[in-house]
T-cell receptor
Framework: GENVEQHPSTLSVQEGDSAVIKCTYS??????FPWYKQELGKGPQLIID?????GEKKDQRIAVTLNKTAKHFSLHITETQPEDSAVYFC????????????FGKGTTLSVSS | NAGVTQTPKFRVLKTGQSMTLLCAQD?????MYWYRQDPGMGLRLIHY???????AKGEVPDGYNVSRLKKQNFLLGLESAAPSQTSVYFC?????????????FGPGTRLTVT
């Protein structure tokens, strides 16, 4: 089955800097890769996702890149702000009914002003 | 429009006790899910449902049962709680399969089993 590794587990940056979180997956059949943001005391919220037929996707200050050959994908946050502080989870899954979304263990991002 | 709500928010159980967690969504979503989140871990799928009256096992189904008698509700039951079930439980829902439609998560239920 699928296994997702996420690094780093914690990341501290200064406001305005960029943050990069990396994930690797094991199942070459996986073709959907979402990223979730979880603020303290809340449930996760989808912030961006990418499918295997796309190499990069951007949404304002957030971008995700996918390298299918190397089986890794990354979240890039530019011009970080204190409100970006949260736990970020990557996930992967094959596009098949009945298969679970497999999550990484999470990255705690702290943005200091 | 409340989205996804979970009841209760907190609960403490003794080993061997039973309880039911309730999830409700008002978005007319077909798919509903139960996850558990443990410290330093990502979310793991316990059970899910693709429509009223249907349920299926996820990654970690042992020790849990679920029911989806109404489209808007998804119940998670623990028949005989164990300390290993101490966790934060999240319910989620989506219009269709999560690979094509966003999952919306509830605020979570923190369960402690002593």
């Amino acid at each position: 089955g699928e296994n997702v590794e996420q690094h780093p587990s914690t990341l501290s940056v200064q406001e305005g800097d960029s943050a990069v979180i990396k994930c690797t997956y094991s199942d070459s059949a996986s073709n959907y890769f979402p990223w979730y943001k979880q603020e303290l005391g809340k449930g996760p919220q989808l912030i961006i996702d990418i499918r295997s037929n796309v190499g990069e996707k951007k949404d304002q200050r957030i971008a995700v890149t996918l390298n299918k050959t190397a089986k890794h994908f990354s979240l890039h946050i530019t011009e970080t702000q204190p409100e970006d502080s949260a736990v970020y989870f990557c996930a992967a899954t094959p596009n098949q009914a009945g298969t679970a979304l497999i999550f990484g263990k999470g990255t705690t991002l702290s943005v200091s002003s | 429009n409340a989205g996804v709500t979970q009841t209760p928010k907190f609960r403490v159980l003794k080993t061997g006790q039973s309880m039911t967690l309730l999830c409700a969504q008002d978005m007319n979503h077909e798919y509903m899910y139960w996850y558990r989140q443990d410290p330093g871990m990502g979310l793991r799928l316990i059970h899910y449902s693709v429509g009223e009256g249907t349920t299926a096992k996820g990654e970690v189904p042992d020790g849990y049962n679920v029911s989806r008698l109404k489209k808007q509700n998804f119940l998670l039951g623990l028949e005989s709680a164990a300390p290993s079930q101490t966790s934060v439980y999240f319910c989620a829902s989506s219009y269709g399969l999560y690979t094509h439609y966003e999952q919306y998560f509830g605020p979570g239920t923190r369960l402690t089993v002593t």
